[in-house]
């Protein structure tokens, strides 16, 4: 693309350990290329209320070890109306801005996909999301941080469970999709996960509690925020209205899922993909996600993103019915 002279970049949907990561790859790989860029701040709020602020490579230092986003992130409804859209094309344009590159999930993905439509403006999408649930790629920037501080959590809750004979119901986030708490929930040693795409779980869950309370066992029981047969409060209750002897508790790890510094795991992903996000504007490439498949970057149309579900790992969920 012989005419990309500037670029901009935003962070939008919920803060992912690795955003930062992320940005400063897009900068340095910018630099590297004669390429000027400009941060949106506030992600589509900031792109619409014109908040552009040129980057030099001096401030992405010292960020790539901090979790969130220095560019910020806000909810804004005006986007998603065709209005709203037109002020933040009229802003790309104002700016004198070639190509957009936007981190964030599948909802910032339906906007930019409308806006790359729209306007026929170059669009690329970089997937950071803790819920690992777009489809394309086989992980998104700060999931494997997640992971990890969710683990972290459960370690420590274990111990009191296993001190008092307690069961212990934790959830993790996921409102649509259980990617988050089945392989956390596998690699803490739950002893049941409960995630939105399976049915029927209740049932097993009451069969499991009624071999373990008889021995006093203390269980583990992660929970999807999503999960369809009922709130972790409901489950909860239920467990202790059929199992009156047991010592029932509710943990809502909520937003210490998001926070900390990146793991170096989603430093390298995050790195790899603002890389991998400039050299797509550079190739002319619009409206499409830069993902990692099998290892490798590969490129997926922002419309499939957002239309389609991207499937459990039915592998693990064998799994978890094996060592449970």
């Given at each position: 693309m012989e005419n990309l002279k500037r670029i901009a970049v935003l962070t939008s949907g919920g803060d992912a350990p690795g955003m930062n990561a992320a940005i400063r790859a897009v900068v340095r790989t910018s630099f590297n290329n004669g390429i000027e860029v400009y941060g949106i701040m506030r992600g589509y709020d900031g792109l619409i209320k014109?908040?552009?602020?040129?980057?030099?490579?001096?401030?992405?230092?010292n960020i790539i070890q901090t979790g969130g986003t220095i560019l910020k992130t806000a909810r804004c409804p005006?986007?998603?109306?065709?209005e709203g859209r037109i002020k933040a094309f009229e802003n790309l344009k104002k700016n004198k801005i070639d190509g957009l590159i936007v981190i964030g999930g599948d909802g910032s993905f339906a906007g930019a996909s409308l806006?790359?439509?729209?306007?026929?403006?170059?669009?690329?999408?970089?997937p950071g999301t803790i819920d690992n649930d777009l489809y394309?790629?086989?992980?998104?920037?700060?999931?494997?941080?997640?992971?990890?501080?969710i683990v972290a959590a459960?370690?420590?809750?274990?111990?009191?469970?296993?001190?008092?004979?307690?069961?212990?119901?934790?959830?993790?986030?996921?409102?649509?999709?259980?990617?988050?708490?089945l392989r956390s929930g596998i690699a803490s040693g739950a002893e049941a996960i409960l995630i939105p795409e399976v049915n029927g779980q209740i049932?097993?869950?009451?069969?499991?509690?009624?071999k373990r309370t008889q021995d006093k066992r203390s269980s583990i029981i992660i929970v999807a925020e999503g999960e369809r047969e009922g709130n972790i409060f409901d489950i909860a209750k239920m467990v202790e209205?059929?199992?009156?002897?047991?010592?029932?508790?509710?943990?809502?790890?909520?937003?210490?899922?998001?926070?900390?510094?990146p793991t170096a795991f989603d430093r390298v992903t995050a790195s790899r993909m603002?890389?991998?996000?400039?050299?797509?504007?550079?190739?002319?490439?619009?409206?499409?996600?830069v993902g990692i498949a099998n290892n490798d970057i590969v490129h997926v149309p922002l419309n499939k993103t957002v239309k389609l579900n991207k499937s459990i790992n039915m592998g693990l969920l064998e799994i978890v019915d094996i060592l449970i």
């Open positions: 014109n908040d552009f602020r040129k980057l030099e490579s001096r401030d992405v230092s005006e986007f998603r109306e065709k806006l790359s439509k729209e306007h026929n403006f170059p669009v690329i999408g970089i394309g790629t086989d992980y998104t920037i700060g999931y494997d941080t997640a992971l990890n501080n459960v370690d420590k809750i274990r111990d009191t469970a296993s001190s008092h004979n307690r069961i212990f119901f934790i959830e993790v986030m996921g409102r649509e999709a259980g990617f988050i708490a049932e097993k869950l009451m069969e499991l509690m009624s209205k059929k199992f009156k002897d047991v010592d029932v508790r509710v943990s809502i790890l909520g937003h210490i899922q998001r926070g900390g510094s603002g890389v991998a996000a400039v050299d797509a504007l550079m190739n002319d490439q619009r409206s499409i996600m």
